[in-house]
């Protein structure tokens, strides 16, 4: 079985997967109560004849699997729809919404392993030491910590007293963008960088007990370099699959970060498209949560192999 | 009607405002005892009713232009077009309709100089010479006519399609002129021609028609503001309209950025970021009144918090069960402690500033006191569930809440104590928004519903006929308590169809008065409009629930 081989099987699982949530996404939406036609009235007074012209305008009276097979054989030729809300196409109001969670979910991540992936090798290094304690007693409180409550404070600490960072909203030009990505960023990574931190100490520690790490301190080889070489590598398999399940997780749409900081993207999206009941908008989420979530395990995967031999050997026979 | 969001609760086009003096929170509640709301009046030289003071904590004006302003939205308004923005703020600056309010809430000439209803059905409209479009070119009656057609367009789908059911045609009368003809009497199509007349320019919209609305084919308006960008996601920038009719406004660059979480809005208030916000949270009036350089205004809003009972099915079919239930409602400690002060104890479900216009002090005050009121009196419940069907208590009801009317709960929570000394049990729940409209409108198992009304005209008949006409007591209309009886139908009908403005009010005066003897609707309270506003700005001249249409226009640097 060859590496190609390996990627097309794993694409065609994810296009059923895709397939699969979006006929679940569909079901419930279909069968939770409410209709958009209440947004888009806005609660005003209305005639069922007023009703009756804003459903058939948007097919809503059209049976179940009619409206689901219309979506799904409209999707495959890359056409999702257009929003209820807006009109917009719905592939334009992904595009527009996933540069600022694609940057957030990045400079999260770097921030993460930055900071997570040395913390948790110097706590597995130290280990039972107070070193090691405060370590872990950090990780405790950053993944206790909820995320809107850090935000809120990192707001009035950073936004509002000392005036460092903007408040809200996306900024403009790639110094304004960076500048509004620096407190959404620190929010999201604070959580995440307990969990990677968590995730390394275990993996080091595991590691660290293996013969061939005792065998290569035998061969009198430097701290340093059994670290470097055998832990950091060796341990580094756990660390890559949770960074990854963490950056899947923020593509999909980073919720509470994106609104307590106004950045309009797409955890934002999706919480204005439930709320509103925007079938074509969160349809074209769900596609872009499925394929998100099959690239990045896909990347994930093929990253282990390069690092892992074994697992290579296993994929290609 | 019913709004479905705190978004909505300050945005829709009619939105109904006033910052008004504190002393009319006094004023208010003189009328509660029985004064006319205007005895307190802010002392204004004119003799304006206090109603349409500004209040007493906005400073005066000073002149100079304000280089740009922010206002920060609680989510987004969906499409840039005036019939089906999902919210108005912005696009009341860049469109206007035929007729417009004065802050009295009286019509007053918009892009129609003047207007006359020739009959009973036929109404003759002239429009201002010289109108023009912000891109310089005129306004044509032709663009006025196919602009009022896209009401009742059904590839538009326009809401507010709802003011035009009686609508017939409307044609070009003149040079600049049009007439409306309806097709049967509605003596409430003026105020139609004040909401849903707004004009936008026909050859766009033609060429537009796949995609009007979306931030590249924006219809092209004649309000004071144009858009230079917009993004249905994160806001806007308007610019002034250098063909505007009226007077130019002091905001050069009008800026609008969704801010949903009502937190960093507070602090966005606070650290300067945004100028402004209309999406107050009342249940955080207490915090929000201590942002150091921001005024908050509280004008009552029009708006009513309401519970409902359904008179046609048990339990609540027992007037005594409604009237005991009534009585338990601590409606003041309702207004100090869930408004914070800032809401007024509600006696009907119409706030008496509606029929100021109509009645003179004394007709006002002699209504607002035949209405029954319903003081909290745990002794008289008792007294009033004695003599139901249930003498002993021993119900449950059960009680959806809308959950982002996040004070409801309160509201509830006190209700829930007061009701257990009469052995009653409520229970309540939360229910997301589009759930909870979904299981009111199926107009199924009604029972006992809270739930609050908010008027889109000045006149009673938007309270009455939404909640007490018999035609609207099915599913998709507001008659949640299926109120109806012979007398109130004939009451409806002089409202609906008597030409004399002054026999229809009476009549809408007498129904509320009707609805609250039968304790069908209880009002709760009258909830305020706020506005929150940094201290470096001012709102300029009277400024009513009537003119949220101009909002932007009147403001202006406050006097240090």
């Not at chain 1, 699959?241 to 899947?248: D, E, H, K, S, V």
């Not at chain 2, 009619?14 to 307190?40: E, H, M, N």
Request: charged fraction near 20%.
């Amino acid at each position: 079985m060859s590496i190609a081989w390996y990627i097309l099987r794993r694409l065609g699982v994810g296009l059923l997967l895709l397939v699969i949530a979006s006929f679940f996404v569909f079901c419930l939406l279909y069968i939770s109560p409410g209709s958009p036609e209440q947004v888009l009235l806005g609660g005003r007074p209305s005639t069922p004849e007023i009703i009756g012209t804003i459903r058939a305008k948007y097919n809503l009276d059209d049976p179940f699997l009619v409206q689901y097979g219309q979506w799904l054989l409209d999707a495959f030729r890359l056409d999702f729809g257009e929003s209820i809300v807006t009109d917009q196409p719905v592939t334009t109001v992904l595009t527009d919404r996933a540069g600022p969670t694609l940057a957030l979910a990045l400079a999260g991540l770097v921030l993460t392993i930055v900071i997570a992936v040395p913390a948790g090798m110097y706590a597995a290094a130290k280990r039972n030491t107070s070193g090691d304690r405060m370590v872990s007693m950090l990780t405790l409180l950053g993944s206790s910590a909820p995320t809107f409550a850090v935000g809120v404070l990192l707001l009035y600490v950073f936004g509002v007293s000392l005036e460092w960072f903007p408040v809200f909203g996306n900024g403009t030009g790639f110094t304004g963008q960076l500048h509004h990505l620096v407190l959404p960023a620190i929010a999201l990574a604070v959580t995440q960088i307990a969990y990677v931190t968590r995730q390394t100490r275990a993996a080091a520690l595991r590691v660290y007990e293996q013969d061939y790490v005792t065998f290569a301190r035998s061969r009198g080889l430097g701290r340093s370099l059994i670290w470097r070489r055998y832990a950091l590598l060796n341990s580094s398999l756990p660390i890559v699959t949770a960074t990854g399940l963490l950056l899947a997780y923020t593509l999909g749409g980073a919720v509470l970060v994106e609104v307590t900081f106004s950045r309009e993207g797409v955890g934002s999206l999706m919480l204005q498209a439930v709320q509103s009941k925007d079938i074509p908008v969160v349809q074209g989420l769900v596609a872009f949560a499925a394929i998100t979530v099959t690239l990045v395990n896909l990347g994930v995967d093929l990253v282990n192999l390069a690092i892992d031999p074994r697992l290579r050997k296993e994929v290609t026979g | 009607m019913t709004r479905t969001a705190t978004r909505s609760t300050r945005s829709t086009r009619t939105r109904l405002f006033r910052c008004l003096v504190p002393l009319l929170a006094v004023a208010l509640a003189g009328a509660c005892a029985g004064k006319s709301p205007s005895d307190d009046g802010g002392g204004d030289a004119d003799g304006a009713s206090s109603g349409n003071e500004l209040s007493a904590d906005f400073p005066a004006a000073a002149d100079g232009d304000i280089s740009s302003f922010t206002v920060g939205m609680a989510a987004g308004q969906g499409r840039y077009d005036p019939l089906l923005a999902t919210t108005s703020v912005i696009v009341v600056n860049s469109y206007d309709c035929l007729l417009t309010w004065n802050d009295k809430g009286e019509l007053v000439p918009g892009l129609a100089e003047s207007w006359e209803q020739t009959s009973d059905t036929t109404y003759v409209y002239q429009l201002r010479e010289g109108l023009k479009f912000w891109d310089g070119s005129p306004v044509t009656v032709d663009d006025v006519i196919f602009s009022m057609k896209r009401n009742v367009d059904p590839a538009v789908a326009s809401p507010y399609g709802v003011y035009y059911t009686a609508f017939q045609d409307v044609t070009s009368t003149g040079p600049n002129e049009i007439t409306v003809t309806l097709s049967r009497p509605d003596p409430y199509w003026r105020y139609a021609s004040a909401i849903a007349t707004t004009v936008i320019q026909q050859q766009f919209a033609v060429e537009h028609a796949e995609d009007l609305g979306t931030p590249g084919a924006i219809p092209i308006g004649t309000g004071p503001y144009l858009p230079s960008e917009y993004s249905p996601a994160t806001g806007a920038t308007l610019v002034r309209n250098e063909h505007y009719w009226g007077e130019q406004p002091a905001i050069e660059s009008l800026e609008f950025s969704v801010v949903p979480d009502p937190e960093s809005r507070r602090l966005a208030l606070e650290s300067g970021a945004i100028d402004a916000t209309w999406d107050v949270p009342l249940e955080q009036a207490r915090l929000w009144d201590q942002i150091p350089n921001v005024r908050i205004g509280y004008g009552p809003g029009g708006n009513t918090k309401i519970f409902s009972f359904d008179v046609t099915s048990p339990p609540f079919d027992d007037v005594h069960l409604r009237r005991a239930i009534a009585y338990a409602i601590d409606r003041e400690g309702i207004a100090n402690s869930v408004f914070n002060g800032h809401a007024e104890p509600a006696r009907g479900v119409v706030p008496p500033e509606i029929f100021e216009i109509f009645f003179d002090e004394q007709q006002l005050a002699d209504w607002y006191d035949s209405v029954p009121a319903y003081e909290f009196d745990m002794e008289k419940a008792k007294e009033e569930l004695a003599q139901s069907a249930y003498p002993d208590g021993g119900l449950t009801i059960e009680l959806p809440f809308q959950a982002s009317q996040t004070v409801d709960q309160d509201i509830l929570a006190t209700l829930q104590q007061n009701l257990r000394e009469l052995n009653i049990e409520l229970t309540y729940q939360s229910m997301p928004d589009t759930q909870y409209f979904a299981e009111l409108y199926r107009h199924e198992n009604l029972g006992m519903q809270l739930f609050y009304f908010g008027p889109t005209y000045p006149d009673p008949f938007t309270y009455t006929f939404y909640m007490m006409a018999e035609s609207q007591a099915v599913p998709n209309a507001f008659n949640f308590a299926n109120f109806h009886s012979d007398a109130s139908e004939e009451l409806m009908a002089v409202q609906e169809t008597d030409p004399d403005l002054q026999a229809r009010v009476e009549a809408g005066a007498e129904l509320v008065r009707m609805a609250a003897d039968d304790a069908a609707y209880v009002g709760i309270a009258f909830l305020p409009f706020p506005v929150a506003l940094n201290r470096e700005f001012t709102i300029d001249g009277d400024f009513s629930i009537w003119t949220f249409a101009n909002w932007a226009s009147r403001i202006r640097i406050a006097e240090s």
